[in-house]
């Protein structure tokens, strides 16, 4: 898969992103730790201490702090080291800094940028309110098959496309019922689908989606074995 570095990927739904928690993600191959601290916006950096290369998605969260679980040293929201419990009186240097991905979140999909120097916007998806998580789900194919089975898919009534971007989706689901499907690239044969929906969308419908999504998994991937 070629990776083109200056996209926005969905990497995940916002509502599943706990406080105090942090969460390993992967994109295009790219190791990244996506975390929230006790109170604040979703940050996504490089999946790795400054220290000693330990992945800081193993770490754990004091505060608005990613602390790496290997000896402790705590990383404020900015990346900056800010702690050594090993050297308690020592103020760490301004070089010690956990590198960071631009990171939005928005129509309840967490998002995220390569591009760490300029990124380009993040494309216009439409009106932001009244997104509901749907659910996450993990498959086995290309992009170009899941979009492919997205599209010719039955999510219950008939469906069309409303707008296509390089990572993402929206369809129009019946009447009143619209649903957004970001595409995160894991590698050139795993694709992670955050899907939100708007409109009609109750929590009975919203379960309803999440077992289609299942079967829409199902079926991508038993196409791929018959190959």
């Known amino acids: 898969m070629g990776i083109e570095h200056n996209q926005w990927r969905g990497i995940g739904l916002d509502r599943q992103v706990q406080p105090a928690s942090s969460n390993p993600v992967i994109v295009n191959g790219e190791m990244l730790a996506m975390w929230r601290g006790e109170n604040g916006p979703v ?13 800081l998605s193993f770490g754990f969260v004091r505060g608005d702090s990613l602390r790496c679980i290997y000896h402790g040293w705590a990383y404020r929201t900015d990346g900056q080291c800010v702690e050594i419990p090993a050297h ?3 103020t760490p240097p301004k070089t010690i800094c ?7 979140t928005r129509y309840g999909i967490v998002w995220t940028n390569l591009e760490r120097a300029a990124p380009s916007p993040l494309p216009d998806l439409g009106p932001e309110d009244g997104w509901e998580p749907v659910r996450s789900l993990y498959v086995n194919g290309s992009a170009a098959q899941v979009e492919a ?12 496309v409303r707008l296509k971007h390089a990572n993402a989706i929206a369809l129009g689901i019946g009447v009143e019922l619209e649903l957004l499907i970001a595409l995160q690239p894991v590698a050139d044969n795993r694709i992670g689908l955050h899907v939100v929906a708007r409109g009609a969308s109750t929590p009975e419908t919203r379960a309803s989606l999440a077992r289609r999504l299942q079967r829409l998994r ?6 791929q074995e018959k190959k």
Request: aromatic content about 10%.
């Open 43 to 55: 940050r996504v950096w490089e999946d790795r201490c400054p220290h000693r290369g330990m992945r």
């Open 88 to 90: 308690p009186d020592l």
């Open 149 to 160: 089975a997205i599209e010719a898919f039955d999510f219950g009534a008939p469906s069309m």
């Open 218 to 223: 199902t079926e991508i991937e038993m196409a």
């Open 98 to 104: 956990a590198a960071s991905y631009p990171a939005e």
